[in-house]
């Protein structure tokens, strides 16, 4: 991992393509029930806002292994939400 702000960026990006794919997918089929969706789409945000906690926590004793956790978990959520969206 090259730094703090590629991590963050990282996070902003995948997650933001996840979001868009539910957006598209609602677009596609318009007559489809979007509550599922929807669910995709918070699940994302939550996701966001608890990853980028990690990343700006102060009390981290070793900052590279905590980094390297946080790098594998956005690749653990994106794995699950990615599957989920494929599914719809």
């Not at 590629?6 to 902003?12: E, H, P, S, T």
């Not at 933001?16 to 489809?32: H, R, S, T």
């Not at 509550?35 to 004793?61: G, M, R, Y």
Request: proline share 1%.
């Amino acid at each position: 991992m090259a730094s703090v702000k590629n991590l963050k960026k990282d996070i902003n990006y995948i997650l933001g393509d996840i979001i868009e794919e539910c957006y598209m997918w609602e677009l596609v089929n318009p007559k489809a029930d979007t509550k599922k969706s929807q669910a995709l789409i918070e699940e994302a945000a939550n996701s966001f806002d608890s990853l980028l906690d990690n990343v700006n926590a102060k009390n981290v004793e070793n900052k590279r292994a905590h980094y390297k956790k946080v790098q594998s978990d956005l690749e653990l959520v994106a794995k699950k939400l990615l599957e989920k969206v494929n599914k719809l």
